[in-house]
């Protein structure tokens, strides 16, 4: 039946599309949020993070541009910087850590071969070029900008396991297409081979690994290799390699490689002619002609992280013959099926584009790692195949709280292959327990909690089961009871307070899944670990504190709550403490009770900055907040929940290139925030099966149900009289019955329907 989905589902929309008066692809504009810039962010972590350049939903392949190599730049790409030092064929999203992929990064020169990309300041020449700002141009599926130090212009666009770049040339004697086969955003790769197959073909891998930087400059552990297979649409009549001489004892990581000592070194690579084959340690690759003013060139890669041979059929199946306008023709209408399964309606232009970009980069991981043979790489370092389809870039800590739960919504079919990913790749490792920050099969262990085992909860319990749930349990546990609280009861290290709490939660979780199994032991020891954030909790100073292996508490200032890292990670006590999602009653009742919780929630927002940038308050640029504007509802005063989410929507997101996001996009998680809350749906407590409801931007919203995992029939949100000022829900009706309280099951919403919201300018009675 899974199998039959893509058919079904693409029928539906098809339906739906011809209903459908607008197109959602004019308002993507793939460049909002991709700015790392600190200054403007003013924290180190940055702005959104995103890349602008090409890809498919979901897709393998991202055909990007880059404008910087080492730092805090996970991308590749930040949209005040000036030059672009080429376009590689994968991209990470949205992440901080150095970040890795940027592989195979092609570039079109002309004059004198240069083998490094050089400095962005100018300290060091080399190949890359300044670009004409208002030549640049993002859709999905599509990517273009004009180098001016060549007047070569440049296009991208993807198929889901191959990329197409598309150059139109200047009048020259020696233009050049270039290939840097060792460069990697957050370092290098450690090792290269290629070899000239024909005439037009080229082919090998890139080895990439923790000692030559990369995740987390190393301690992420990434591990991997791209294999690539590219054909030219001009022989290679005039073509060579560079292959720098670097020692083996040579220091490799991001700081090392960016280093001008290294690039001198590489810069002062031989060019070797005389050679079809060639591996070491830093290689590129080049083929010169000349060209006409106008003319046009191609290239068309294929890659794989599983072998060659993966590479060979990857190409052959997706972009084998096929010209540069048919494939972004077939990538743009991926994009329209994918984004098309939610229609808004009302709204200004620009919150339509905020909306649609944000639904963009909801799709853009868990992404493909099967090939079309269905070969995919396992934790084991061998070729697979299996009844799913492989998805990698699991960013757990982040995606658990709006990512996943939205994709449970629009693409159950992802959600079921990445839960299928993670628990067989616990399997294939030998670990046999479920990583938290997955990226291309690494165990990064980065972050904190187990955000796998609150994924498959909250899918379990809506139906989505396409995997070995009895494994899937059993690795949960498995991580608990290797991370988690343990005999203590709390985790007594310098971040007690989040690691405590959010173990305790996803103990909850596992409970959940063991007692929907019938697994009535693994359930009550579970759900009595779930208590475990009690723990942490000093009732002599009314929250939540560190707390030491003997007992004892940590140190408490006079500014705690709002003191960055004291127990927690990214974020302050005031900020963590409200992350008792599975037990708000008892959360409450510590806290003094209602009232008191209310008036000290209350002041937790009104004390927030308009501009939401990263702060000590309700600070939307990172995660642990995320859930916290719902509270309000569990409080018995949606009328807050309503006020503060439409606050958030309209100042923590805009169409503004450089901070349109306020934070790290960290894989889709702050998008899909806003499609969430702009929908005027967002769970509080992810394993429970529940959405709150709140206050949507849009007159309405039309949400396609899956045909396969729910009802296929669309459920509809109507805001009547909404306005800007009209933010407040003045009574709701679901299928025409008045709903009582403020949330729904998501099998209300699975099962399709008419949810009416009468909107107003104050808050309806008994609701403040």
């Not at 959940?512 to 779930?530: H, I, Q």
Request: charged share 20%.
């Amino acid at each position: 039946m899974k199998r039959m989905a893509p058919i079904l589902s693409g029928l539906f929309l098809a339906a739906a599309l011809a209903s459908c008066s607008e197109d959602p692809v004019r308002y993507v504009d793939p460049l909002i949020g991709a700015s790392t810039n600190t200054d403007v962010a003013g924290v180190y972590h940055g702005l959104g993070k995103t890349f602008p350049g090409a890809t498919t939903p979901f897709g393998m392949v991202q055909v990007s541009p880059n404008t910087v190599t080492g730092g805090d730049n996970g991308p590749g790409y930040s949209y005040e910087m000036r030059t672009i030092e080429g376009f590689a064929m994968t991209q990470m999203s949205g992440v901080g850590w150095y970040g890795d992929l940027g592989n195979f990064l092609v570039m079109p020169t002309t004059g004198p071969l240069k083998k490094i990309a050089g400095k962005e300041d100018g300290s060091l020449d080399g190949w890359r070029s300044f670009y004409d700002k208002a030549s640049e141009t993002a859709s999905p599926g599509y990517y273009s900008v004009l180098l001016t130090d060549y007047d070569v212009r440049v296009e991208c666009s993807a198929t889901p396991r191959c990329g197409i770049l598309r150059f139109t040339w200047p009048q020259s004697p020696l233009s050049r297409i270039q290939v840097d086969l060792a460069r990697r955003v957050g370092g290098t790769s450690e090792e290269q081979f290629v070899r000239i197959v024909d005439d037009r073909t080229i082919e090998g891998w890139m080895r990439c690994t923790p000692a030559t930087g990369g995740w987390g400059n190393g301690a992420g552990n990434a591990l991997y290799t791209v294999y690539f297979h590219a054909e030219f649409d001009k022989p290679l009549t005039n073509s060579g390699f560079w292959s720098a001489d670097i020692p083996s004892d040579q220091p490799r990581k991001r700081e090392d490689v960016t280093s001008i000592p290294y690039l001198e070194r590489v810069a002062e690579a031989p060019v070797i002619r005389d050679a079809d084959t060639l591996r070491g340690p830093h290689l590129g690759f080049f083929t010169e002609f000349p060209t006409r003013a106008g003319e046009r060139t191609t290239l068309r890669v294929g890659i794989s992280f599983v072998d060659l041979e993966g590479a060979r059929n990857n190409f052959r199946e997706e972009i084998a013959g096929k010209g540069f306008d048919e494939v972004r023709t077939q990538a743009e209408g991926a994009w329209r099926e994918a984004l098309s399964k939610v229609t808004v309606r009302g709204g200004t232009q620009a919150d339509k584009t905020t909306f649609y970009t944000a639904l963009y980069h909801t799709m853009i991981d868990p992404r493909l790692f099967t090939d079309c043979d269905g070969r995919y790489m396992g934790g084991d370092g061998k070729a697979h195949t299996g009844d799913f389809t492989k998805r990698t870039i699991f960013s757990g800590w982040d995606v658990f709280r709006s990512q996943i739960p939205l994709q449970t919504l629009i693409n159950p079919g992802v959600v079921d292959d990445l839960i299928a990913s993670l628990v067989t790749l616990a399997e294939e490792s030998g670990k046999e327990y479920l990583e938290r920050w997955e990226l291309l099969n690494a165990y990064s262990g980065c972050m904190l909690g187990n955000p796998a085992a609150v994924v498959i909860a909250d899918a379990y319990v809506k139906g989505i089961r396409g995997y070995d749930a009895a494994k899937a349990l059993q690795y949960a546990v498995n991580t608990s009871e290797k991370f988690g609280t343990g005999t203590l009861g709390w985790i007594p290290n310098g971040t007690s307070i989040s690691e405590t709490l959010e173990h305790a939660y996803a103990d909850w979780c596992i409970a959940r899944l063991a007692e929907a199994l019938g697994n009535e032991s693994v359930a009550e020891e579970y759900y009595a670990r779930s208590h475990a954030w009690e723990n942490v909790f000093d009732p002599s100073v009314g929250w939540f504190r560190p707390r030491q292996a003997d007992g004892s508490w940590g140190s408490w200032p006079e500014n705690a709550r709002t003191t960055e890292g004291l127990g927690c990670i990214e974020s302050n006590p005031y900020q963590q403490g409200w992350f008792v999602p599975h037990d708000i009653p008892g959360m409450v009742a510590r806290m003094g009770g209602r009232e008191k919780v209310l008036a000290d929630l209350t002041s937790f927002f009104e004390h927030t900055p308009e501009n939401l940038m990263w702060n000590p308050y309700y600070n939307h640029a990172n995660e642990p907040v995320h859930h916290v504007p719902f509270l309000f509802n569990a409080l018995d005063a949606p009328a807050l929940t309503q006020k503060w989410t439409r606050f958030i929507c309209a100042h923590a997101y805009s169409c503004d290139r450089m901070t349109g996001l306020v934070g790290n996009d960290d894989v889709g998680q702050l998008s899909a925030w806003y499609v969430l809350a702009a929908m005027g749906l967002h769970p509080l407590c992810p394993g429970d099966g529940k959405m709150q409801v709140t206050s949507p931007v849009f007159d309405e919203i039309i949400l396609q149900t899956d045909p396969v995992y729910a009802s296929g029939k669309p459920f509809i949100i109507k805001a009547i009289g909404n306005a800007p000022e009209n933010i407040y829900i003045q009574s709701a009706r679901l299928n025409g019955e008045p709903l009582h309280g403020s949330e729904l099951d998501f099998s209300q919403i699975a099962a399709g329907g008419l949810l009416e919201l009468t909107m107003g300018p104050e808050p309806a009675a008994g609701t403040e």
